[in-house]
């Protein structure tokens, strides 16, 4: 009797009160504790200068002050609830083999601030070291010194690599985010947000352009995120992905060009854009995908499939009138990849210097140009579904020299009061007709 009892309890098993529960009651996990609030400082922190040997900055020690520009040659860890001055135009250099890691955590984020309110410090800048910030809230940077505002940062990379997952910047006094290399932010980056940048809140160069994080970027000088007009092209496989603000072509004095191309022979570099990204041009910018003419293979494609509801719009960075910008010129024989849907390309039109192979209409003065100008061979009709209004002349030039020769008015709308939907080609011998079609 005694063992027959044994095996009943052992099976129903007690409450931590002695109340009996059913052996196969779910098991209650008591919640993980919260993590404890940051406090706020007391002490009067500890002085820093350059570091030549691995270091870690505990909250209790903050603040800690950076009092003038040092740099990194070893790894700086900066623990969860640290703050961090700096004082007024000073800045931390990373260099090769050093390191910046700001490691705060979910309710005990990291804080680097100005040392005095209101006295601007320059920036957490990389020349060849790492920078990951976790967790962390910085503010009151980007002092551009001495050189143009528009070619600074609160965070700056030249080389070196980045890393931010959950990390805001307030009140850059030029850029949030200043990347001008062919290094960006790193696949695992996510959740940054910028506001209250005098400039942009984040310029990168056409290289890196897919790098830039998921993400918060409204409330700055110009909400866009900048690429560097004069930054080297697009010369491999990048996404331009949707993340709520337009992209602008050129940041300053940068100019407005924006390439796609691969620049080695028999290669292809492929931009895929978004629905319901903008991409804005300044007065002369323009969009090559795969600079040149003839029929050689294109070294650039483009990949723009919008939707009725989210078009791919191309457009001029705030003027309104026809030809404020130049237009998207395709060069070489066009990629079969490459294709155009859903899309719109605004105020475009305005001349170029280069020639077109498309036929020429009396009355002229010079070559065709149009909002789009397609200079290589198309072998297929690659846009579609597409509008073209306001264009300072033509909507599409085909500008090549062959005898395949696609239509590109159907499913297009097209609306150019001062020259043609479309050009004429001239055919492989250069012949063209005596009239050419204007429609």
């Known amino acids: 009797m005694l063992k027959h009892w044994l095996v009943v309890l052992a ?3 007690c409450g931590d009160d002695g109340s009996h529960t059913p052996a196969d009651a779910p098991m209650v996990t008591p919640d993980a504790p919260e993590a404890p609030a940051c406090v706020a400082l007391t002490g009067p922190g500890t002085m820093h200068g350059s570091i030549s040997a691995d270091e870690t900055w505990l909250a209790a020690d903050s603040p800690h002050i950076v009092p003038f520009d040092i740099e990194l040659t070893a790894k700086l860890t900066i623990s969860p609830c640290a703050v961090v001055q700096l004082a007024k135009s000073a800045t931390i250099t990373v260099r090769p083999g050093g390191s910046f890691v700001a490691m705060g955590e979910v309710g005990q984020r990291v804080t680097i601030q100005p ?4 006295m601007v410090w320059a920036s957490i800048r990389s020349l060849g070291g790492d920078i990951s910030l976790s967790h962390t809230d910085l503010s009151g940077g980007g002092d551009p ?4 505002a528009a070619y600074a940062g609160t965070v700056h990379l030249q080389t070196g690599t980045l890393h931010v997952d959950d990390v805001s910047i307030e009140g850059s006094l030029s850029q949030g985010v200043y990347i001008d290399g062919s290094v960006g932010f790193d696949a695992t980056s996510k959740d940054l947000r910028i506001h209250g940048s005098v400039g942009y809140p984040v310029h990168v160069y056409p290289g890196i352009i897919g790098s830039v994080p998921t993400g918060t970027y409204t409330g700055n000088g110009h909400d866009a995120i900048a ?6 092209s697009v010369s491999s496989d990048q996404t331009m992905h949707d993340r709520g603000v337009p992209y602008h072509v050129g940041s300053g004095s940068d100019g407005g060009r924006f390439d796609v191309n691969s620049m080695v022979a028999g290669t292809v570099a492929v931009l895929t854009i978004e629905p319901g ?3 804005q041009f300044p007065a002369g910018g323009m969009m090559n995908v795969s600079p ?4 050689a293979a294109a070294q650039g494609a483009l990949i723009a499939i919008g939707t009725a509801a989210k078009k791919i719009v191309f457009t001029s960075d705030g003027a309104t009138t026809d030809g404020s910008w130049l237009g998207l010129v395709f060069g070489g024989t066009v990629d079969s990849r490459t294709v155009l849907q859903h899309g719109l390309v605004d105020h475009a039109g305005g001349s170029t210097v280069s020639g077109s192979n498309s036929c020429p209409y009396a009355g002229r003065v010079g070559a065709n140009y149009a909002a789009i100008r397609i200079i290589g061979p198309a072998i297929t009709q690659f846009i579609t579904d597409t509008e073209i209004p306001n264009s300072a002349r033509d909507g599409i030039d085909r500008g ?3 005898d395949i020769q696609p239509d590109f008015l159907p499913t297009n709308t097209i609306t150019t009061p001062n020259g043609c939907k479309q050009t004429v080609p001239a055919l492989a011998n250069n012949s063209c007709p005596p009239t ?3 429609p």
């Open 11 to 13: 099976l129903v098993g």
């Open 115 to 118: 040392r005095t309110v209101g």
């Open 145 to 148: 010194l001495s050189t143009n």
């Open 227 to 232: 690429i560097a007009g004069s930054g080297g």
């Open 277 to 279: 990204v903008t991409i």
């Open 292 to 295: 040149g003419s003839g029929p």
């Open 400 to 402: 090549w020299r062959a």
């Open 436 to 438: 050419p079609a204007c």
